[in-house]
């Protein structure tokens, strides 16, 4: 499972998944300095670069893990810093509850099993278990900008494409990110920077159930318009 350097990039991109299981093995460095070097050649609008990523791994990562559970299971607000907007409802929903059906379907966590629900919600506080989170954040003298939060999410796009290329999985997630202070207190991060996006990365366990699950796609006809055609 994951992809190689020798694909091309349709194969990349049509191949790639979110992985939320991980095999326990290490991720060295100098192979996220590629995959980092290789996503950030994404657009930004008029190369502004607004990105940082806070790379995290070993003991620092566990203090994120526990502190992001420990708040959670204490029943404290969450504290995320990027606007998140108002719950997604009419199609944006049903397609959030189909997602969600699919993965459950493939973990076997059956719909009156809370314990087994609430232990899949906390995979997501944990980071998913992966052996590294990317912490994605930008300038916060540009949070005025549209076009900083669209940089972002452009350079995380390239990076989950990036790493698949080289045999890693990822997953983009903001449960990670929810109790902002915690993350900021164990990555270092300063106050000039704002907490955007969080990313699992890791090697892909192909015998985690949920990995095979490839998430639906609306049509280009249901997509675009074509005009003048």
């Not at 990523?53 to 526990?66: A, N, Q, S, W």
């Not at 204490?74 to 944006?92: K, T």
């Not at 997953?171 to 902002?180: A, H, P, R, T």
Request: charged share 25%; with cysteine; glycine share 8%.
């Amino acid at each position: 499972m994951g992809g190689t350097p020798d694909q091309t990039f349709a194969e990349i991109v049509l191949g790639r998944r979110s992985i939320r299981g991980y095999l326990d093995k290490p991720v060295p460095r100098t192979l996220i300095e590629e995959v980092l070097a290789m996503a950030m050649r994404s657009p930004t609008s008029m190369n502004t670069q607004p990105w940082h990523f806070h790379v995290i791994t070993g003991e620092p990562l566990d203090r994120i893990r526990k502190g992001n559970t420990d708040n959670i299971l204490a029943g404290l607000p969450d504290s995320r810093e990027f606007r998140r907007g108002e719950a997604f409802a009419g199609v944006h929903r049903e397609r959030q509850v189909e997602v969600a059906k699919q993965l459950f379907g493939a973990m076997g966590i059956e719909r009156d099993d809370k314990d087994a629900r609430q232990d899949w919600v906390l995979r997501g506080f944990r980071q998913f278990d992966a052996p590294v989170c990317v912490i994605v954040t930008y300038d916060r003298e540009l949070s005025g900008s549209d076009d900083t939060a669209f940089d972002c999410g452009a350079v995380t796009t390239a990076l989950v494409n990036a790493a698949w290329s080289r045999g890693l999985g990822c997953v983009i997630n903001s449960q990670g990110i929810m109790q902002s202070p915690v993350v900021r207190e164990h990555a270092g991060i300063p106050e000039t920077q704002v907490i955007m996006k969080a990313v699992a990365m890791g090697w892909p366990d192909p015998d985690f159930p949920a990995n095979a699950v490839v998430s639906l796609r609306k049509s280009v006809d249901e997509a675009a318009r074509f005009v003048g055609f």
